[in-house]
């Protein structure tokens, strides 16, 4: 179900002759030297790093070692949906002190930070925002299931 969706490798990748068509917008072109070869494929790749695909990752935290990771991760520009449970099975304190890094991490660099549920935490680059619905206090009490 999922292939339905996906696109191939191909389509993501632009075609050569749409580059060279575009970019020769030059009524009278000149032959290209190896060093203007050498610096168009210099300025391209700075354009392509400058607009790098980010990622959404999963990932368990199973040790205080793992922050490192997420860490490098979210300096990439990836989010991160952590997955606390393994090392609460080990230790709360664990937990605690792993939240307290991250959160002063993400705070450093400009990013967001925020809990989904009782298990996970997301993690999120400077360029992304969580959205927090914020609602209004109530003076009734919350209504209860039974």
């Given at each position: 179900m999922l292939g339905?969706?996906?696109?191939?490798?191909?389509e993501d990748e632009p075609k050569m002759e749409e580059k060279q068509t575009a970019s020769?917008?030059?009524?009278?072109p000149q032959p290209q030297t190896q060093e203007t070869i050498q610096a168009t494929a210099i300025?391209?790749?700075?354009?392509?790093?400058?607009?790098?695909?980010?990622?959404?990752?999963?990932?368990?935290?199973?040790?205080?070692?793992d922050i490192e990771n997420v860490e490098l991760e979210i300096?990439?520009?990836n989010i991160i949906i952590l997955?606390?449970?393994?090392?609460?099975?080990k230790s709360i304190q664990d937990v605690s002190k792993a939240v307290n890094e991250l959160y002063a991490f993400t705070e450093?660099?400009?990013?967001?930070?925020?809990?989904?549920?009782?298990e996970?935490?997301?993690?999120?680059?400077?360029q992304i925002r969580i959205w927090r619905e914020k609602k209004p206090a109530r003076d009734e009490p919350l209504p209860t299931a039974a």
């Open positions: 339905l969706f996906r696109r191939s490798k191909k020769t917008s030059d009524p009278n300025e391209t790749g700075m354009k392509q790093e400058a607009h790098a695909k980010a990622y959404l990752k999963a990932m368990p935290l199973h040790d205080l070692a300096k990439a520009g997955k606390i449970t393994p090392l609460a099975n450093s660099i400009g990013g967001d930070i925020a809990r989904l549920g009782e996970r935490i997301v993690v999120c680059p400077p």
